[in-house]
């Protein structure tokens, strides 16, 4: 069974700008969250969907905005984008709902704002 | 207080020891616990989950849940060098799958 991917792998981009990156969870999976991961803060929720619906969101601002589609893949958008914004953006596929989901991270994709 | 709180390290240990991690967390709704192993350029990668008081083995990982102390703690037996990694505690919360991370701790096995 092929895992979680994402693409872009890697991205340049300048401040103001918008980016949107894409995420295709593990087959049968119905859930993805997202995560942001920078030296500084580590490991930080963004925020998940399931079946179609933002179910939780972490506390990003509103530049950070995302969507799932009916084949439960996932896009999060960051809009005008700050040199802060610059790190690894995870995605984690999980089976669906009920207390002992496990979540599978695909590569990321690490943004870089100049 | 943070939500996860986990010794940063470095832990060192030698090759064929027990390395043991060690975290604690702050919501006593949490359900579910994991614990993911993340190489220096890498994603984090599952390694176990835990979701009943008491120990649970898999290969030379165990894990070990005590809820009324709000403590999740990882052993790796025979560690190995390809283990030095740093090693992240996530609680899951009663809704949802957000997971809470803690800053993780950097393990190093010395040949």
């Known amino acids: 069974k092929a895992g979680v991917t994402q693409t872009p792998r890697y991205l340049i981009k300048t401040r103001g700008q918008q980016v949107t990156l894409s995420c295709s969870p593990i087959s049968g999976h119905r859930s993805v969250s997202w995560y942001q991961q920078t030296p500084g803060q580590g490991l930080q929720f963004l925020f998940e969907y399931f079946s179609e619906t933002q179910r939780n969101k972490g506390n990003f601002p509103g530049r950070f905005s995302g969507r799932q589609f009916s084949n439960s893949r996932s896009e999060m958008n960051v809009s005008t984008l700050e040199l802060g914004d610059s790190a690894l953006y995870l995605c984690?596929?999980?089976?669906?709902?009920?207390?002992?989901?496990?979540?599978?991270f695909g590569p990321g994709t690490r943004l870089t704002v100049l | 207080q943070k939500e996860v709180e986990q010794n940063s390290g470095p832990l060192s240990v030698p090759e064929g020891a027990i390395a043991s991690l060690n975290c604690t967390y702050s919501?006593?709704?949490?359900?579910?616990f994991f614990w993911y192993r993340q190489y220096s350029g890498k994603s984090p990668e599952l390694i176990m989950s835990i979701y009943s008081n008491g120990d649970k083995e898999d290969g030379r990982f165990t894990a070990q849940l005590n809820k009324a102390s709000q403590y999740v703690s990882l052993l790796i037996r025979d560690s190995q060098p390809s283990d030095s990694a740093t090693y992240l505690c996530?609680?899951?919360?009663?809704?949802?799958?957000?997971?809470?991370f803690g800053a993780g701790t950097i393990l190093r096995v010395k040949s």
């Open positions: 984690a596929s999980s089976l669906g709902d009920g207390n002992y989901n496990e979540q599978f």
């Open positions: 996530a609680p899951k919360g009663k809704y949802g799958n957000k997971l809470v």
């Open positions: 919501d006593r709704v949490s359900q579910s």
